[in-house]
């Protein structure tokens, strides 16, 4: 498999660098929140603008759940589901069929494949798109927004973000 940008409708790509990330997550708006030890941020996932930045590690920490699978944004008090590498895991599977799976392959390397499951005759990683991770190593997690427009792939180093062009 060639590494590539995923396939069409997912042409919009958005970086948001980071450091020491460590789950993430969708806010209802679904904006992209990073939580990292050394606080969080919520950024736009179109533009890519970041919308807060919060450096507080003890109330970042605070803020998870105590079985890290929920988040509340110290800044709206809103709940949020969130994954990573002591969260939960993301949404893998869209409404319209499109699958995002960790494989390892080249072990301890992480690639996320994304293939659309609702093809006629479809075959497991027969036409598969292994995506390009860019500068996102370690622990690798990934997952849809709720409603399917947009896609995250998580690692230390920050976010990806793929969104569904019209």
């Not at 709206?76 to 002591?86: N, P, S, Y």
């Amino acid at each position: 498999m060639e590494f590539m940008n995923p396939p069409s409708p997912w042409g919009h790509e958005t970086v948001i660098p980071a450091s020491g990330v460590i789950a993430c997550g969708w806010d209802q708006d679904e904006n992209v929140v990073l939580i990292s030890g050394s606080g969080y941020s919520m950024t736009e996932p179109i533009t890519g603008s970041r919308i807060h930045r919060d450096y507080d590690a003890n109330t970042t920490y605070d803020s998870r759940s105590e079985d890290n699978l929920f988040f509340t944004i110290p800044f709206t008090k809103e709940k949020i589901m969130i994954f990573g590498l002591d969260a939960g895991d993301g949404i893998h599977v869209s409404n319209d069929g499109w699958h995002l799976e960790v494989i390892y392959p080249w072990w301890p390397r992480a690639t996320v494949i994304i293939d659309n499951v609702f093809k006629a005759n479809h075959q497991y990683l027969t036409d598969a798109t292994a995506i390009d991770l860019g500068r996102l190593d370690g622990s690798i997690k990934c997952g849809f927004s709720p409603s399917g427009n947009h896609l995250m792939i998580m690692g230390s180093g920050g976010a990806l973000i793929y969104s569904r062009t019209v």
